[in-house]
Nanobody, 127 residues
């Protein structure tokens, strides 16, 4: 079973950058599309970005397009989220997740379709 651990969160000023990492255990990491979600206090967890098994296709929420970049290194069992031009509204706990279905040829953005989750890493953006 896939185990996920996020890191890289922190406190930054508006306009700054952070790179989040999600380290996955096991040798089946490359079989799963991966996603990033975030959850702000008092709000539902929302989709941020997704990436296909090979990294060839990506999908982003409108709110982060042009600012965030998702990538993966299957040799390192790691998925990344590069966050630039951060805004206070980006403040949230960020979670990485693995698609519940291996070898899925489509990128999904629905939370319920992801079966494996990390514990989250906090990103706080000050104004």
């Amino acid at each position: 079973q896939v185990q996920l651990v996020e890191s890289g969160g922190g406190l930054v000023q508006a306009g700054g950058s952070l790179r989040l990492s999600c380290a996955a255990s096991g040798r089946t990491f490359s079989n799963y599309a991966m996603g990033w979600f975030r959850q702000a206090p008092g709000k539902e967890r929302e989709f941020v970005a997704a990436i296909s098994t090979s990294g060839g296709r990506t999908s982003y929420a409108d709110s982060v397009k042009g600012r965030f970049t998702i990538s993966r290194d299957n040799a390192k069992n790691t998925v990344y989220l590069q966050m630039n031009s951060l805004k206070p509204e980006d403040t949230a706990a960020y979670y990485c997740a693995a698609d519940s279905v291996p070898f899925n040829g489509v990128l999904v953005t629905t939370l319920s379709r992801y079966g494996y989750w990390g514990q989250g890493t906090q990103v706080t953006v000050s104004s």
